[in-house]
Nanobody, 124 residues
Framework: QVQLVESGGGLVQAGGSLRLSCEAS????????MGWFRQAPGREREFVAA????????IYADSVKGRFTISRDNAKNTVYLQLNSLKPDDTAVYYCAAGRRMYVSESYREYNYWGQGTQVTVSS
């Protein structure tokens, strides 16, 4: 059973930055893709970014491309999401997810373990 614990969320002004972390335990972290999703109030959960098992491949939602960066440190069983140039529309609960396979996917169906989420609030 994989457990994922996110941290790093908070309140920031528009234009600011945050770094989210997600530490994994209980599974083979280094052999699975990892993803970040987010859900704003009244909206469906949406894909943000994903990274392949070795970190050689990354994909991003168009809405965050050029502003967010996903990375991972397999020695620390941790995946990161650097959020820059934040906008009020980025306000959401951000979830880390562990993939079923080694390679990236935008589909939530390809992720079988989820963290509890961390709140990001961007004020205007």
């Amino acid at each position: 059973q994989v457990q994922l614990v996110e941290s790093g969320g908070g309140l920031v002004q528009a234009g600011g930055s945050l770094r989210l972390s997600c530490e994994a335990s209980g599974g083979t972290f280094s052999s699975t893709a990892m993803g970040w999703f987010r859900q704003a109030p009244g909206r469906e959960r949406e894909f943000v970014a994903a990274i392949s098992w070795k970190g050689g491949s990354t994909i991003y939602a168009d809405s965050v491309k050029g502003r967010f960066t996903i990375s991972r440190d397999n020695a620390k069983n941790t995946v990161y999401l650097q959020l820059n140039s934040l906008k009020p529309d980025d306000t959401a609960v951000y979830y880390c997810a562990a993939g079923r396979r080694m390679y990236v996917s935008e589909s939530y169906r390809e992720y079988n373990y989820w963290g509890q989420g961390t709140q990001v609030t961007v004020s205007s």
